[in-house]
């Protein structure tokens, strides 16, 4: 799903269009996975968001399906049972010693600052960066930290520019120490661009260098493994600490993991408690990430090859063109010139092929590869969008 | 369940027993509910916790039985669609204006206290509360108040005591003010006790005259409804905002509604997402909250009218006896004397009795009277204590 | 002068009271020491205060006369020169590595528990303290610290209570850490009563084994010594840190010095300026104080003798009766009955010898004892408080 | 005084040097002023810092000097007496309602962003400006702000850069609130830079529109309007607050005005106390500053005349060069090539001209015009540069 600015307002009173923009139509058939009682998504294809954005059907079948393999075990305000089998096992996949379940994406990028900059209050992000821009200033007004932006209106920043920073900080009256480095990739205000690598391990080697903490904002890291064919492990070994998200593709309908050293983690359920982000019971949210990563890097790199075949056969179509991003990753842009772009995806969205929003500032849409593009063949994908074109 | 103090590494380290203190043996039969297909709760009775505390097996079911009877609607980031309704259907129960779904209740009183002390840092809480004692210190870390406690290990404070400190802040050599009043009742580390009806008027009238905000901490509002008649819409008329918890009682795996003035809550979804509280879905918290509140006082009040009968009963019993809570409300004390508590507890669950469990320093048990003590005719649950006892 | 709450209104409102408050008329005669040239303090005997109080023309006389004797070497905000020759005269007095001049009390309390407090957010404070009544919350507003009162309407808490505290707060839902102990003696809001000495001992040697931080607000260590016998440097020792007063009784215009571990407070100076209490030029306040501790103990113990001997024939006067405070040090009560309050101490100020305001809950005067009373025999003002009563 | 960052262990060990630092030999010969007791400045010229950076002698010659005149009204807490006075009369200089003093500059930037930004954490500086880089973060520490840097390397930011800034603050997941607009000028880090009076005006104009609060920091405002002609209270009309410093040029040892509406204003004593920043006797600092007030801007318009004539008569001269700051104000370059900075340097002294220590990445002095170049003929000075370069 488009991750956007929301006004209550506008949300509150737009009640009809919602059920659309979540990929089910209110009165539409019963999805095929919960007519046949099986853990089979269909074949619907839902070209936005990260991930299948389930709607509470496909929500309710996939647990239901989960507990009919054997039981759940509960935790106990978000310690133990299934959500510390997720916590081990993240851990494992991103080489880490300790991962730790937290509510949201919000509250992992701000504890992962926040208990890494004990007494250095400077924090270098990305002015594009989420945290930056979309946590409310969440680290400077609840954790009284100082994020200092970098990359205006890039998305890469430099070993130098993070140099110049650290001897500007030193240098003023009260001389101030950098305390964290944080880095987002994919950036989701720029369309999935990928921060260098080349940089982003100067950065990384310089900051150990100089006792400066890291953290990898990677809500969206294994879109970015997936186009880089660098595993998230590697990714994460750059870093101190990496959060990833448990809700954009892994299923659930909240969740985030940060993972790090156990002596920076094994307590953070206190400080995730004093947040309020001690959910009496995260199982519902645990369990279906922990099933959805079996078989995950499969279904995505299904997904992304499908992509690759999908691009230039829909560019190839009249009165469309496709525009990648640069050093993107699963996020491209459809324009659309001559038909109508409304009257296009209501024309899909009959054929099971859900599209956001348009977008008037792209003269299209904005759409997102992900693994449902693999539920059915390319071709009959390419084969919706013609007709859906010429109609 | 009972609400204690966790430490985790004996938790994580509890496996074994965890599923009994959930209230479902790992290897015991499939509830009658599951079994049958309908939204049956069986006739488990659970003498701990607020509410049924129900198993990944029942919560699924749950889920299933509301989908069957129609559509849940989603929401987006904790706005609109099913979440709404239960902020509005809370709303309405409180006599309130507004209400807002929060992810759990430290958060929900946190921001209570935050967004109504403005600039006038002290808060008076009582000595006792959950705030004060069991949040972590997040009003005063993460929000810069001070929290000043009254009533040492007593639970209702008096006006009197209001207003010394109210006359002793402002005559400090830095004046200050207090800027809310939190009463926590029913008093959760005082067993449920609940805070003297005449005081709480008296000093809400008074704190009105003053110009200083109230809070009414009241996760376990509808326990003292329950046992006082006064409604939940009355106890909140005296403050000017309310928590209630969504899954003590009401079956949420969490979540929490704050009430109150629409100008103070109308954009209180920024300030919860800043917090990391904004749950991309959290329709399967409240679609299950919403539903749970249908009937819910006539559940709870079968419960409390059994628990009339149950407790003379028991105290009748050789070996055992009953102690209440002074001004107390669900909670009751049961000494065992001459029998062995676990083996009674054993003996108990074995016949679908669940306990928690034994507490040494009551020499028996802390049980609570909740909805599922109606689940079978009182004289059936005796009975089982009776044999229990003997055995 | 007496330390009291300020009405900005009142006071700017009172402006003809106010040189009176000051000690020095405005019309009066030219104090001897100005008219001789000498560092002279002349005779008049203050009894409010602790120390002289001295007016501008006073304190001008006293810098002239330091620099008549050799250049002061002045600070670069607040760094060196005679700045640092203060902090290194106290260190050495208090036994302790490193001493560090603050613009005030307050802030050198403060600085105290913030440094040493980090992630351990309670601090144990006496409810009758400066720190918890009049310094405006700011370790709680500034610093996120909870400050947590014991010895409700008392001077001293005991071992005892501090225990059961520590152990309270780990047992919290979200256990918490008390970080630091402060114990005020003596206690200014209890008119100079001294904590116990054998329950600061036992405490000290709990926080030290727990790993709890100490500090001690001795504002007036010098008075507790000049009564105890106690040295500085042994109340000290008992503490991590420990701040005491420039103004009150070493003449600086405002000042304190904050003294402990080196490690702790060499960069401290970073801290007072981000507070703003790097002063450019701190010179004319530490000169001053520098100054003044040269002789202070022998000045003191003088005015400490002459006070035992003046509350007795104070007392054996018609219509005076003197007032000790229980455990207390320099200051007293004295009941009028008989004469009026207000024509004895204009009586006594025509003589030189100058009272505070009279205080109705007293009866009478709160008065102090200061280095002033042996400007002149004892039996001299006791013979001025004679003919003042019988006038 | 050049305003530099302070490495505190080179300033400790680098004794020797200070007096020659602060415009005194240590062995020099008695200022004329001392000698005949007159409040008379001395014929010393001080081309560094903006006022005439007074030694202990001279500061208490100035102290017994306006005693002399009539009797210093002392303050009680910072609070009436002399301060009051002077508060006064910066508030009618600066055009305001109500003017209050502060300890330091540091204090008096950060309680005007602190008081105004309640609720709207985001505050614009200059990345160049004093509070942005040489007030140890305290805005962000201590308040919780946001401070938002703009014109990167510039002195001066637009109207559209504010605007650009202000829309994507609304724009973000959850929505921001410009709170406070900071604007300094002359900016110190840029050399006495003066910001753009146009766009000043552009600025100021759009947040009173968008009820965004402004502050002007004014340190050296009377700089700038002996420069540009706009009197202090034209500038100060433009913000709702101003700051403007005491010591750099009205001689107090420490201290700052802070001008602005007395609704915003009247109650700040309060919250200068809780920093710490309530001096018990602040008259010795305020005293000074209300006497330099009187005939100063006479003085300093003096010194801009004889800097006018001065710069480029040393421009003429062989081996030197007069650089001017664009759009700059009391402040420029002199390059030196062929001479030897430290023997000019000394050859000056040695005439009574004191220059501060040579600066390398200028290739010779960064110099300042303040009044003391006005106490003899510019070509007293001249001449004195001549003879020094040609020695």
Not at 82 to 106: H, N, S, Y
Not at 280 to 293: K, R
Request: glycine share 10%.
């Amino acid at each position: 799903m488009a991750d956007r600015p929301i006004s209550r307002r506008t949300f509150v009173h737009a009640g009809a269009a919602l059920p659309l923009a979540l990929g089910l139509r209110r009165d539409g058939p019963v999805p095929r996975a919960l007519a046949t009682g099986r853990d089979d998504p269909g074949t619907l294809v839902k070209l936005m968001g990260d991930g299948p954005s389930q709607t509470p059907a496909e929500y309710t079948q996939l647990l239901s399906s989960i507990l009919s393999r054997g039981e759940i075990e509960p935790d106990y305000y978000s310690n133990g049972g299934v959500v510390e089998a997720l916590e081990k096992r993240m851990a494992a996949i991103l080489g880490k010693e300790r991962a730790v379940f937290l509510p949201t994406g919000t509250l992992a990028n701000h504890l992962a600052v926040r208990i890494q900059a004990r007494g250095r209050a400077r924090v270098l992000v990305q002015q594009e960066s989420h945290l930056y821009n979309d946590s409310g200033d969440c680290a400077e007004v609840l954790s009284n930290l100082n994020l200092v932006p970098l990359a205006p209106s890039r998305g890469t920043f430099t070993l130098e520019e993070v140099q110049a920073l650290v001897t500007r900080s030193r240098g003023g009256r009260v001389p101030r120490e950098v305390g964290v480095i944080v880095i987002e990739s994919p950036i989701r205000r720029r369309l999935g661009e990928l921060f260098d690598y080349g940089d982003m391990g100067r950065i990384c080697d310089f900051a150990r260098h100089e006792g400066i903490a890291t953290h990898l904002d990677g809500a969206r890291l294994f879109m970015a493994s997936g186009y880089t064919g660098i595993t998230p492990a590697e990714y994460a070994s750059r870093f101190d600490t990496v959060y990833v998200s448990m809700w954009k593709y892994f299923n659930a309908p909240s969740g985030a993991v940060l993972a790090g050293p156990a002596a920076l983690l094994d307590d953070l359920y206190h400080e995730r408690r004093m947040f309020g982000g001690g959910l009496p019971y995260a199982w519902p949210l645990a369990a279906v990430a922990l099933h959805s990563l079996d078989g995950f890097e499969a279904r995505f790199a299904a997904g992304v090859e499908a992509g690759r075949t999908l691009k230039p056969a829909l560019n190839a179509l009249r009165g469309l063109s496709v525009e990648e991003v640069p050093n993107g990753s699963n996020v491209f842009r459809l324009r659309v010139e001559g038909p109508d772009a409304g009257r296009l995806r209501a024309g899909l969205e009959a054929k099971g092929i859900l599209l956001p929003a348009p977008n008037a500032s792209v003269g299209g849409f904005v759409l997102s590869v992900n693994e449902t593009l693999a539920r059915r063949p390319v071709a009959d994908t390419v084969e919706a969008f013609r007709s859906a074109v010429s109609a």
